[in-house]
């Protein structure tokens, strides 16, 4: 059984448009987490979640708001799309402080 | 805050061939220490880390690790490459505090070639 999955894998849609993007954890774990990786491949923390409290919130447009509705979950939520937003978002998830995160697949999100 | 630079974007290597990929990291407060690998298309693994004790740390398929606390550094190595090591590398470092995320290089690419 898949650890953390996403969905979709990818997605395309044009500007302006309002997408979600899935994920959820089948390891008991606490702590869920979202990842953005930039076209040069460099990823960056955007949000995280402990038993569905919103703990990081880096800064990040008031466009994407996250939900999680049991610690299993963590939704991303994408309003009016922009070029910019085109990226690999990585979804991830930990149980304890020591870090060892377990990532999912990705979500692969083209705008046009 | 934590920072990490990774020193090398990408190493070119032959079959065979030793590797050191560089990853030095700055932090004002203790950190947990990793390094991920992203094959092509595909998510990130987790390759090993440092937590305490030993200094030396290794992964199951030959690559170790080395945490040197007055360099501030990390490095990752393997005595021989396979064409199957061809990936992007991430160091990484980590608040020991629980709830904190992952602060990300921005990658390694090593490409083997035969």
């Known amino acids: 059984d898949t650890a953390v999955s996403q969905t979709p894998k990818y997605l395309v849609t044009q500007m302006g448009n309002d997408k979600s993007i899935k994920c959820e954890q089948n390891l008991g774990h606490d702590t869920m987490y979202w990842y953005k990786q930039d076209s040069k491949k460099f990823l960056k923390i955007m949000f995280s979640?402990?038993?569905?409290?919103?703990?990081i919130n880096e800064t990040v447009p008031n466009r994407f708001s996250p939900k999680s509705p049991d610690k299993a979950h963590l939704n991303l939520h994408i309003n009016s799309l922009e070029l910019g937003d085109s990226a690999v978002y990585f979804c991830?998830?930990?149980?304890?402080?020591?870090?060892?995160?377990?990532f999912g697949p990705g979500t692969r999100l083209t705008v046009l | 805050a934590q920072s990490v630079t990774q020193l090398d974007s990408q190493v070119p290597v032959f079959e065979e061939a030793p590797v050191e990929l560089r990853c030095n990291y700055s932090s004002s407060v203790s950190v947990y220490l990793f390094w991920y690998v992203q094959y092509p298309n595909q998510g990130l693994q987790l390759l090993l880390k440092?937590?305490?004790?030993?200094?030396l740390v290794e992964s199951i398929n030959g690559f170790e690790a080395e945490f040197n606390k007055s360099q501030t550094s990390f490095h990752l190595r393997k005595p021989s490459v396979h064409i199957s090591d061809t990936a992007e590398y991430f160091c990484a470092v980590k608040n020991r505090q629980a709830g904190t995320a992952l602060i990300f290089g921005k990658g390694t690419t090593l490409s083997v070639s035969s």
């Open positions: 440092y937590l305490s004790g030993s200094t």
């Open positions: 979640y402990n038993n569905k409290e919103l703990i």
């Open positions: 991830a998830s930990s149980q304890d402080s020591s870090g060892k995160q377990y």
